[in-house]
């Protein structure tokens, strides 16, 4: 880079500072960073331009977050009385953020660069930022890097490389100066791929793998030396998306998305416990992190919703509201903060003008009564013509000694998670609860069962990726959906910007030149046509230069 280049970068990085500055004098005033239960979320910074994919961090009494806006990436801190003015940090996207143990953040993010996108590097101190450094090999682009730092401090980055997707690892043991210890991982292809290091050390990498149909969600650890064999933590019967792992102890702690619910399981090497489904209603973008030392907490959208579960001692709470925004509330993260508290961070606001939401729970003493049943299966709203239906759920937490099983007003009591019913043509609906000594759950929201004599047409879609709203600089996607309640499909009509074709799988690829559209799905069978589903948008962005830049 020539020096005259060089000397302008200082100047556009403080007018664009300053221009932060003026806009988050008009935030509402930002209390202490203390709360008794679920606090209310307070907005970071009110920005103009639209802000996205927060990320956050929280070591030695002071709180990180990072964020998009405008394809830059931005700053705050939080020592416990305000947040600071945003900053500049630098031009780029797919942000990852970890502090290690002597509270120093750690950012890692990929960046547009002579037509590749590379992952980079860059650590807070002495308040400032470092120089971005090229972690990747610069041989393909690269996609979606995580970070984590382990108990000696190493820090290690996966990311997903070039057309095969192949998952690579970079490690460093100098605080990020260098990074020579940089592989492929044996076998492991997809995308999303995210890592977390427990106080063993051990290395634990998930992945979504979207090399063929359904996706599926994958796992690997290795302490030192080779990977383990990979194993496959979710079922067939959908596609996986958007895992998140966190690591407690010897353990991996890992949540996905799965026909619009959050999936959950625990344990390590090839011995995972069967995955239970997490959430209630419709749900996407789970996050999960370790928070104490017998402590996880889990977050999810719910739509306008950010929910929020903690696990104490083994057994999950009830879902808990850690904010809401009747405009939206979207892609959460969660990091520890001190005493056991549990630190939030959300989009906050409708597509195109959302700000960054933080907020703050602080662990309450278990109740005594279990939590409300999780039902799983069949289906809500489900239409069959089969008379012999297997009702399943899971609990929901709490000590549990018996379900009443309630269907069409009558009840039955039992000591399993599943029940057999024989229902008659027509709509039939189902609910559970839990019961102990000490009284009754709530019941769980009811479901509805439909059984008729022919295959109905199929229900609409649920349309699952990319976001609806999503900003991407990558022009080849992959369209995909779910299958909705009703007869079973044999195809679909995808419509792009009003130009449909046929699918006869829930996904279709893609090529898109930069620029806002809109796409919706229809399925049918034999029978008819589907309802469309609601349309959704998404919009290219054409290639950013990215300055300044230290290459390795």
């Not at 009443?404 to 609860?433: K, P, Y």
Request: glycine letters at 8%; proline letters at 7%.
């Amino acid at each position: 880079m020539s020096k005259s280049i060089r000397s302008m970068i200082p100047l556009t990085l403080s007018a664009f500072a300053l221009l932060w500055t003026l806009n988050a004098v008009r935030a509402a005033p930002v209390g202490p960073v203390v709360s008794t239960g679920v606090g209310s979320p307070i907005v970071i910074a009110v920005t103009a331009p639209d802000s996205q994919r927060p990320q956050i961090a929280s070591a030695n009494a002071i709180t990180h977050a990072v964020w998009v806006d405008a394809g830059w990436i931005v700053h705050s801190r939080n020592t416990g009385l305000s947040w600071t003015a945003p900053i500049s940090v630098a031009i780029g996207d797919d942000l990852a953020l970890t502090a290690d143990s002597n509270g120093v953040p750690h950012l890692a993010f990929t960046a547009l660069i002579s037509g590749t996108l590379n992952v980079y590097h860059m650590r807070y101190s002495a308040n400032a930022w470092s120089a971005p450094l090229q972690v990747s090999d610069g041989l393909a682009n690269t996609s979606a890097p995580d970070i984590a730092a382990a108990p000696d401090n190493s820090l290690s980055i996966v990311w997903s490389q070039g057309v095969s997707k192949q998952l690579h690892l970079a490690r460093s043991t100098n605080g990020g100066q260098t990074w020579p210890d940089l592989a492929p991982i044996f076998a492991a292809n997809g995308s999303a791929p995210e890592i977390a290091i427990g106080s063993d050390n051990m290395t634990h990498v998930a992945w979504q793998d979207d090399t063929a149909v359904p996706f599926r969600i994958k796992h690997t650890q290795r302490l030192t030396g080779t990977w383990s064999l990979i194993d496959v933590l979710s079922d067939e019967t959908a596609s996986s998306f958007s895992p998140d792992v966190a690591a407690d102890g010897n353990e991996a702690h890992i949540v996905w998305q799965q026909s619009s619910a959050i999936r959950y399981t625990h344990g390590t090497n090839l011995n995972f416990a069967a995955p239970i489904t997490h959430s209630t209603g419709t749900a996407s973008a789970p996050t999960i992190a370790a928070i104490t030392a017998n402590s996880l907490a889990t977050a999810w959208d719910a739509g306008v919703t950010i929910t929020l579960r903690v696990n104490t001692s083994g057994v999950w709470g009830n879902p808990l509201t850690l904010g809401v925004n009747a405009a939206g509330a979207g892609q959460p993260t969660l990091t520890a903060g001190p005493n056991g508290a549990v630190y939030g961070a959300f989009t906050w606001g409708a597509v195109g003008s959302r700000d960054i939401a933080f907020s703050v729970y602080t662990q309450d003493a278990p109740p005594n009564l279990p939590a409300p049943p999780i039902l799983l299966a069949p289906p809500n709203g489900i239409i069959t013509t089969a008379n012999s239906i297997e009702l399943q759920w899971q609990s929901g937490g709490g000590t549990v000694v018996g379900y009443n099983v309630d269907v069409d007003g009558a009840v039955i009591t039992t000591s399993n998670t599943t029940s057999i019913t024989q229902l008659a043509l027509g709509v039939h609906s189902w609910r559970v609860r839990a019961y102990n000594g000490s009284g009754y759950s709530a019941w769980a929201a009811p479901w509805t069962i439909e059984v008729s004599s022919t295959l109905p047409a199929p229900g609409t879609p649920i349309l699952i990726a990319p976001a609806n709203g999503a900003v991407t600089a990558a022009n080849a996607l992959d369209l995909m959906w779910q299958i909705g309640a009703g007869g079973t499909p044999t195809g679909y009509n995808v419509d792009v910007n009003g130009s449909i074709i046929t699918a006869t799988n829930p996904m279709s690829a893609a090529v898109l030149s930069p620029g806002m559209y809109t796409w919706t799905v229809r399925a049918f069978n034999g029978t008819g046509y589907s309802v469309w589903a609601t349309v959704w948008s998404c919009k290219v962005l054409q290639p950013r230069l990215f300055l300044p830049l230290v290459t390795r």
